[in-house]
């Protein structure tokens, strides 16, 4: 019975032991000069292009292209109901003010 009782309190110290152990938080030194070292160690980034997508490019083109249909427009386009180019020529300018207004918005990622 005595040997029961010693094997429990050693069980029990030991038990403490553990809890404090685990309980007592590290002390954690950084030297001052470790972010230097680490970026001196870090291999040169190389330089990155701004990467532009195909839909912008082809949006740009397009721009470009209804400015052109418009330049050759103008001369034939007389204000008027009836006439076909002037209805084209309002239609070209509605068709630039979208792709603008596109090309114009911030994209959201980032």
Known sequence: MKEREVAMSDANEFEAAITRALDRKPEV???ADFAAKVRAA?????????RRSVGRITAGVGAVGLVL?????????????QNMAFGLEMVLVVELMGVA????MRRSDG
Do not use: D, M, N, S
Not at 69 to 81: E, Q, T
Not at 101 to 104: E, V
């Open 69 to 81: 249909a418009l330049c050759w427009l103008a001369p034939h386009a007389r204000p008027g109901i």
């Open 101 to 104: 207004a596109w090309l114009g």
């Open 42 to 50: 870090l291999p040169a980034q190389p330089k990155v292009r701004a």
């Open 29 to 31: 030194a950084v030297p």
